[in-house]
């Protein structure tokens, strides 16, 4: 496996879509392969510089939780090998521990968002009106404080560089059907539930999360994408938790953070990171590994 993969170059397979941080390639009708490269995303820009293992991490710890979540919600993993669709070793070589094979399915128009904790912007919507996507929350709730109970705040899904928008159950249930909304709401509050247990046992908060779905032929919803990694949730130190002020993190909001510091409007192209930054976002990448799954992968 390469330290480092900004984009993937398979020549044995048709490149369906280059997104934010993951390449896809056609395998057959029924089969995707889903490369995810070390690119980061922050406030929906791709910035110029990866983060060495980001990929491989992303992907072992995606894969850990669907394996601990297919007594829940079938995943859209497949049987086949990476060696029975990329018999090449060469290419094998370029994405290896980075790259799953992956039903085809019909992914959603809209986001699960769970929240656990009040942070980012729905720390902003309940300062303006004490609510969070419509759901009214109880007053006098402070920053980063634990929610009484989770939430479902769905978004939809914007294209590469534009920004995801915010949407109410209402407005989830006109774009899916309210069958598929409600199912989709069930499924995101218990995986986050069970999950944010799990990790709790093992120092991390996991304050909210994102969630993707799709849909087979049957109607049967599937869990696709990633799940509860660094990049599709925000994971905190339980140790140096703290209401009232925003928590260091183990994921890419440590980026955003210093992003924050910078004169730039949030639109492409994103700026250059620091080395120093670059190392220490990576580092906390293989930590938020460690600490959920027990595995390590060696330092790039």
Same mark, same amino acid.
């Given at each position: 496996m390469q330290d480092i993969l900004y984009e993937s170059d398979l020549r044995s397979l048709p490149l369906l879509a280059r997104?934010?941080? $993951?390449d896809i390639y056609g395998i057959d009708d029924a089969? &995707? +392969?889903?490369v995810t490269s070390d690119r980061l995303s922050a406030f929906d820009v791709v910035l110029p510089d990866p983060i060495p293992g980001k990929g491989a991490v992303l992907t072992a710890v995606s894969n850990f939780w669907f394996e601990r979540t297919r007594g829940l919600v079938p995943n859209h993993l497949a049987d +086949?090998? &990476?060696?029975?669709v990329l018999p090449d070793a060469s290419e094998r070589a370029q994405v290896e521990g980075r790259a799953i094979v992956v039903r085809k399915l019909r992914a959603l128009p809209v986001e699960a968002i769970v929240r656990g904790y009040l942070i980012g912007s729905g720390w902003k919507d309940y300062q303006a009106n004490g609510a969070v996507c419509g759901i009214? &929350?109880?007053p006098g709730l402070r920053l980063a404080e634990r929610l009484p109970e989770a939430i479902f705040t769905p978004s939809t899904k914007a294209a590469a560089g534009a920004h995801d928008e915010n949407i109410d159950f209402a407005q989830a249930q006109d774009l899916l059907g309210a069958d598929v909304a409600a199912r989709m709401r069930e499924l995101s509050l218990r995986i986050y539930n069970e999950a944010a247990a799990f990790a709790r046992e093992r120092g991390i908060l996991i304050a909210d999360t994102k969630f993707e779905f799709g849909l087979d032929d049957s109607g049967q919803l599937w869990l696709i994408d990633e799940v509860l990694t660094p990049d599709s949730s925000r994971f905190w130190p339980q140790d140096d938790y703290r209401v009232g002020v925003s928590p260091p993190s183990f994921d890419?909001?440590?980026? $955003?953070d210093y992003l924050e510091t910078l004169d730039w409007d949030k639109t492409s192209p994103g700026p250059a990171l620091p080395p120093e930054i670059i190392a220490r976002t990576a580092q906390k990448y293989r930590e938020a590994l460690k600490r959920l799954t027990g595995q390590d992968l060696p330092a790039p």
């Open positions: 997104g934010k941080v $993951r089969h &995707l +392969l889903i +086949l090998s &990476l060696t029975e009214a &929350l109880p890419k909001q440590f980026v $955003r």
